[in-house]
C-alpha cells in the first residue's frame, strides 16, 4: 500500500477565493472520510463516502463546502468564497467496508489571506 | 452521543520516564477505541486500537494501553520514553459504524 495521499499539502488563498483539494485513497479501500483539524484541536468529521455515494455530511459542512468522489476513487473537496475562518488543516482518511480503522493521508494545510 | 475526553493538553517527560496520557470515553454502546500520534505538519497515525478483544492493547513504538469499562477509561502508557516520542497524541471513539470522534489532544514533550 502506497498509504492516502493528499494534494496540495499547502495551500495559502486570499478571501473569497475558491480552492479545490485532493485525496487519493488507498487502493480497494471502499470507504474515504474528511475531517477538517484547527490549530490546537483534535481533527472534525466533515463528511464519508461509500464507493461515490455520500453519505452523511456534518452541520459543519457549509453550503459553501462540496465534495465529491466520483467513481468511488480519489474524492475531492471544494471550498467556494474561502473566509478566514476556512483556514485549518483538511485530512482525508480512508477504511475498507469491513474495516475499524481509518488510515489518514498527510493533510492539506490551507491559509486563508 | 459518543464522545472522549483527554485529561491534559500538555505532558512533559524525561527521556527514560513513564509516559501516561489519560482519555476517558463516554458511550452507550460497547466502544470502538483508538489512540492515534500526529507529528508536526503530518497526518495522524494509528499506535494502536481496542475493539472489544483484550483490555491491554499493545501498539507500536513500545506503547500499550489498557480498557477499563469500570472507569470508563483508555489511559495510554509507554514505559520508558525517547526523544521520537515528542509529538501529539489524540484518544478517538467510533460513534458509529464509521465516524470518530477525537479529543482535544495531548502535547507531549521529551526532556533530555
Known amino acids: 500500500d502506497t498509504g492516502v495521499s493528499q494534494n496540495p499539502r499547502h495551500k495559502i488563498t486570499k478571501r473569497g477565493q475558491n480552492v479545490t483539494f485532493r485525496c487519493d485513497p488507498i487502493?480497494?479501500?471502499?470507504?474515504l472520510y474528511w475531517y477538517r483539524q484547527t490549530l490546537g484541536q483534535g481533527p472534525e468529521f466533515l463528511t464519508y463516502?461509500?464507493?461515490?455515494?455520500?453519505?452523511?455530511k456534518s452541520r459543519l459542512l457549509s453550503d459553501r463546502f462540496s465534495a465529491e468522489r466520483p467513481k468511488g476513487s480519489f474524492s475531492t473537496l471544494e471550498i467556494q468564497r474561502t473566509e478566514q475562518g476556512d483556514s485549518a488543516m483538511y485530512l482525508c482518511?480512508?477504511?475498507?467496508?469491513?474495516?475499524?480503522?481509518?488510515?489518514f493521508g498527510p493533510g492539506t494545510r490551507l491559509t486563508v489571506l | 452521543a459518543q464522545s472522549v475526553t483527554q485529561l491534559g493538553s500538555h505532558v512533559s517527560v524525561s527521556e527514560g520516564a513513564l509516559v501516561l496520557l489519560r482519555c476517558n470515553y463516554s458511550?452507550?454502546?460497547?466502544?470502538?477505541l483508538f489512540w492515534y500520534v500526529q507529528y508536526p505538519n503530518q497526518g495522524l497515525q494509528l499506535l494502536l486500537k481496542?475493539?472489544?478483544?483484550?483490555?491491554l492493547v499493545k501498539g507500536i513504538n513500545g506503547f500499550e494501553a489498557e480498557f477499563k469499562k469500570s472507569e470508563t477509561s483508555f489511559h495510554l502508557t509507554k514505559p520508558s520514553a525517547h526523544m521520537s516520542d515528542a509529538a501529539e497524541y489524540f484518544c478517538?471513539?467510533?460513534?458509529?459504524?464509521?465516524?470518530?470522534?477525537f479529543g482535544a489532544g495531548t502535547t507531549v514533550t521529551v526532556r533530555a
Open positions: 458511550s452507550s454502546v460497547p466502544p470502538y
Open positions: 463516502f461509500q464507493n461515490e455515494a455520500q453519505l452523511e
Open positions: 481496542y475493539t472489544s478483544a483484550a483490555t
Open positions: 478517538a471513539v467510533r460513534t458509529n459504524d464509521y465516524k470518530l470522534s
Open positions: 487502493s480497494e479501500h471502499n470507504r
Open positions: 482518511a480512508s477504511s475498507p467496508l469491513a474495516g475499524d480503522t481509518q488510515y
